[in-house]
């Protein structure tokens, strides 16, 4: 079962490229990897999903390296609005039967002025 | 277009009842996931329905059931309410497409248990 390991904490001004990375050592062949942003009082919010090498969206870019242990979510510019939990989410939620979406403790981004 | 709708926002319950939280998909979307989240963690998948039918579950005891209706909606029962249910529980929807794993979350509901 693949699980999920991302640091508790991170600080960053207002401006500054942020990443991000989840650790995952078990995950399975069919798991993908996403990544969501949670404010308090709300549902978690997607914010990017891939399985191999590199995605970019509008909004972050996802690394994943070739063994697929760990990813980096990136987050460009950040602005005070992006203080948020971010969870990694390692999983395929498609597969019949199986136990394996779990979200991490997540990482709770401060970004200060 | 309205989004994922979840209801009621808050309810208290006391140990031993029973609560039934529903849930209303985003437009389009056909299959519905439940997590429960408690304060300072992560939320936990509980299970998912897909064609009225249970096709994954997480690690949760039976008292844990739940339900699709013919129009995607949800709902999430809880038996025999003990003090460590007490959490945000969160609904997720999605449109079956086999590997697009994006899911829209509601707000949530949050559920305390005396």
């Known amino acids: 079962l693949a699980k999920t390991t991302q640091p508790i904490s991170m600080d960053s001004y207002e401006g500054q490229e942020v990443n991000i990375t989840c650790s995952h050592n078990?995950?399975?062949?069919?798991?993908?990897i996403t990544w969501y942003q949670q404010f308090p009082s709300q549902g978690p919010r997607f914010i990017i999903q891939?399985?191999?090498t590199k995605v970019t969206n509008e909004v972050a870019s996802l690394f994943i390296p070739a063994d697929r242990k760990s990813s980096t979510l990136s987050l460009p510019r950040v602005s005070l609005s992006d203080t948020a939990v971010y969870y990694c989410?390692?999983?395929?939620?498609?597969?019949?039967?199986?136990?394996?979406?779990?979200f991490g403790t997540g990482t709770r981004l401060t970004v200060i002025p | 277009d309205a989004g994922v709708t979840q209801s009621p926002t808050h309810l208290i319950k006391t140990r031993g009842q029973q609560v039934t939280l529903r849930c209303s998909p985003k437009?389009?979307?056909?299959?519905v996931s439940w997590y429960q989240q408690a304060l300072g963690q992560g939320p936990q998948f509980i299970f998912q329905?897909?064609?009225?039918?249970?096709?994954q579950r997480g690690n949760f005891p039976d008292r844990f059931s739940g339900h699709q209706f013919p129009n995607y909606s949800s709902e999430l029962n809880v038996n025999a309410l003990l003090l460590g249910d007490s959490a945000l529980y969160l609904c997720?929807?999605?449109?079956?497409?086999?590997?697009?794993?994006?899911?829209?979350f509601g707000p949530g509901t949050r559920l305390t248990v005396l």
């Open positions: 997720a929807s999605s449109y079956y497409s086999g590997s697009d794993n994006e899911q829209f």
């Open positions: 078990n995950i399975a062949t069919n798991d993908y």
């Open positions: 891939g399985y191999k």
């Open positions: 989410l390692v999983g395929d939620m498609w597969q019949t039967g199986a136990n394996n979406l779990f």
């Open positions: 437009s389009g979307h056909d299959t």
């Open positions: 329905y897909y064609e009225e039918e249970e096709r």
